[in-house]
């Protein structure tokens, strides 16, 4: 019996055992906070970085988030995205009140400070991390617990997360998984000791992430998924469950639509050619191709992109042999999960729970604008992970699923995941510096995205305005040049890429005459702007602007006519038109439409400034003067207008006019050349 024993003592020995139940509450703790210091070893570099991209829709760039918390209710009762056609197109989509709550509460507690809010989406990528860890240790209690916790750290070490974590726009992609994974612990509770309470919380969290963002819905078939897999619940018993998330999300989904209203959001060829229609054989053969590039950036996460679109991802039918290839390898995987569904087998599920969270993004269910982008594998690449950490353990340690594991096996695991873990990390870090703020990020990409149209006309607009704003402050021509140059060269390339880009034409042609002041050249190009988009209101104003400015009132009479007759009662296009028709000879066709404009805009001081200047040049100056009073009455913030007052009335004798007009001049703005 000793002997015996002995033998057993032997076997036991050179195993990495489960600690002691009393030890068990230390162990948990080192590994909690293992986890959120490598989240922020991971992600806390980008604690200094600003504001990127997108993040005005959201931060404190927003002007409703900067009301604070008594904006709640209007963010609660309004569109994710509101735009109007100033700030490019009228869109309101989307209800996410959730994340954008959040940075109203920040605001009123911080201000506007971009650091903060890096730091919270640091703290809730470590949280989510630790919940995720604790709901694997309990999923996976077989197992040795070394085992889920590589799955959170191999997880949370995945480079194309970098969008998730270091955009703040992005916040929503944490908060929505927060709430998903909060939502299957109360529902594993619930099936663990039947109390209903439990359902509550369950369905109050799911709806949290829904309204956070709708990925999660995703988590209808999660949920019973996990359930299947590591409880003996019968299916059956989910069904009321399942129709009650259903019901519960379909609600989150239609009462915005129902009490906001319909919402608008125009969408474009360079944005996903599969949203304006394609046959089945096209989006059957993309979806397979995006499923690919899906799984290269699973495998190699590099490069990255802000942006992809058309043609990064070319609409391809089924003659393309890449399609073939990766139909037959998601194929094959999808076959091998099901027969092993049956047993239970943990890559069955890490299969199954990547396919289902990646599926919306595939362009075959779903068609996303951008096509595909690195934030939409945050939650599939849970699944990839899992089956990752257990291909390392079953090379190296046979006996999965086990509460132990060899010593030897153990060493081999952990050097292995070191030697991925390593690179991730590195490239984690050096990607979150390019996301410092838009420029930095657009300027790292581009050249890598030399083949997506939008990518190349973000970068361009963005730095034709830095270009034009360092202009205007002064900053001498042959200094920004070199950007100037850097700007038309992508806007071009994104015309080149996508030749019908009317947008892209028309911001080149905006460069050409705002930066080089080539009116000629800038013509051409507005002109093309018109022939890919004959209702493009803002083309036509600009060829009515720049015939004005190279003295052609005619012709930018003509050019502004057809951009009010797609646009009417655009102010700015009235009194530019009312302009051309006074330099044209037109004079009571230039009185009426600013008269027009005065209905339109009572409060308005521009149309009293031309009808001022107008009575000027006709020798009326008892009425110009009385047409630039009123415009000083209601904008007495106009330091040109109150110095050509007060220099007149100074010139006249007037001294007390002048004086007032002059007191209102240097309580002005003066305009910045």
């Known amino acids: 019996m000793n002997t015996q024993k002995k033998k057993d003592g032997n076997k036991k020995a050179g195993m990495v055992k489960q600690p002691e139940p009393a030890a068990k509450w230390r162990v948990s703790l080192i590994y909690y906070l293992l986890i959120v210091a490598y989240a922020f070893i991971l992600y806390g570099n980008t604690i200094s970085n600003g504001y990127s991209l997108d993040d005005m829709y959201v931060t404190g760039k927003n002007p409703l988030t900067r009301e604070g918390l008594k904006a709640i209710p209007e963010i609660f009762t309004s569109y994710y995205i509101n735009l109007n056609a100033e700030e490019g197109g009228q869109h309101n989509y989307g209800y996410r009140p959730i994340t954008k709550a959040t940075f109203a509460v920040e605001w009123e507690f911080f201000g506007e400070n971009p650091h903060i809010s890096h730091f919270i989406n640091v703290l809730l990528y470590a949280l989510t991390g630790v919940i995720l860890f604790f709901l694997l240790r309990r999923l996976l209690s077989k197992y040795h617990a070394f085992f889920p916790f590589l799955i959170v750290m191999l997880f949370m070490a995945h480079p194309s997360h970098t969008e998730v974590v270091a955009s703040l726009k992005n916040r929503e992609e944490l908060l929505s998984f927060l709430g998903a994974l909060l939502s299957l612990h109360f529902f594993l509770k619930f099936y663990d000791n039947g109390k209903k309470l439990n359902i509550l919380w369950g369905v109050l969290f799911l709806t949290f992430g829904f309204l956070s963002k709708a990925n999660v819905v995703t988590f209808l078939a999660v949920i019973p998924l996990v359930v299947y897999f590591f409880t003996d619940v019968n299916l059956r018993e989910m069904i009321p469950v399942v129709a009650l998330l259903i019901l519960a999300l379909i609600a989150a989904s239609l009462l915005p639509r129902i009490f906001l ?112 982008a690195d934030r939409f594998l945050y939650i599939a690449s849970l699944g990839f992970a899992i089956a990752l950490v257990f291909g390392i353990f079953r090379i190296f340690g046979k006996a999965l699923p086990g509460p132990e594991v060899p010593q030897k096996a153990m060493a081999y695991v952990l050097l292995i995941s070191v030697a991925i873990a390593i690179p991730a990390t590195a490239k984690t870090i050096i990607r979150n510096r390019d996301w410092k703020d838009e420029l930095t990020l657009f300027a790292a990409d581009m050249p890598y995205l030399e083949n997506s149209a939008k990518a190349n006309f973000i970068y361009a607009t963005n730095l034709r305005s830095s270009v034009v704003e360092r202009l205007k402050s002064g900053v001498p021509a042959d200094r920004v040049m070199k950007d100037a140059e850097i700007c038309i060269r992508h806007f071009r390339q994104a015309t080149k890429v996508y030749p019908a880009y009317a947008d892209a034409w028309n911001n080149l042609g905006e460069s050409y005459l705002l930066i080089l002041n080539m009116p000629d050249s800038a013509i051409q190009y507005f002109e093309k702007a018109t022939e890919h988009n004959p209702e493009f209101a803002a083309a036509f104003y600009n060829l009515g602007y720049t015939y004005q400015a190279m003295n052609q009132p005619e012709e930018a009479t003509r050019y502004y006519e057809k951009a009010l007759e797609l646009l009417p009662y655009e102010i700015k ?101």
């Not at 474009?268 to 799984?295: C, D, H, S």
């Not at 992109?305 to 998601?330: C, D, E, K, R």
Request: proline residues 6%.
């Open 261 to 372: 209203g319909e919402t608008t959001r125009s969408v474009q060829y360079i944005e996903n050619p599969l949203l304006l229609g394609a046959p089945f054989a096209e989006r059957l053969g993309t979806a397979m191709m995006v499923l690919l590039f899906y799984l290269k950036k699973l495998v190699f996460p590099h490069p990255l992109g802000f942006y992809y679109g058309f043609n990064m991802i070319p609409v391809t039918g089924l003659a393309n042999p890449l399609v073939w290839a990766s139909f037959i390898f998601h194929l094959g995987i999808f076959a091998f999960a099901i027969w092993k569904i049956r047993e239970k087998h943990l890559l069955s599920f890490a299969i199954l729970f990547y396919l289902i969270n990646i599926s919306p993004f595939s362009n075959l269910l779903s068609m996303p604008t951008g096509i595909v």
């Open 573 to 673: 296009t009235m009194s530019n038109l009312a302009r051309a028709y006074h330099d044209a000879g037109e004079t009571e066709k230039a009185i009426a439409l600013n008269h027009d404009i005065i209905t339109l805009e009572p409060g308005l001081d521009l149309p009293y400034i031309n009808l001022g200047t107008y009575a000027m040049r006709r020798g009326e100056t008892e009425q110009a003067l009385s047409y630039f009073e009123q415009a000083i009455a209601l904008n007495p913030n106009n330091f040109e207008l109150n110095m050509r007052l007060g220099n007149y009335y100074q010139k006249v004798g007037d001294i007390e006019k002048a004086e007032h007009y002059h007191d209102l001049a240097r309580r002005s703005t003066p305009p910045q050349h």
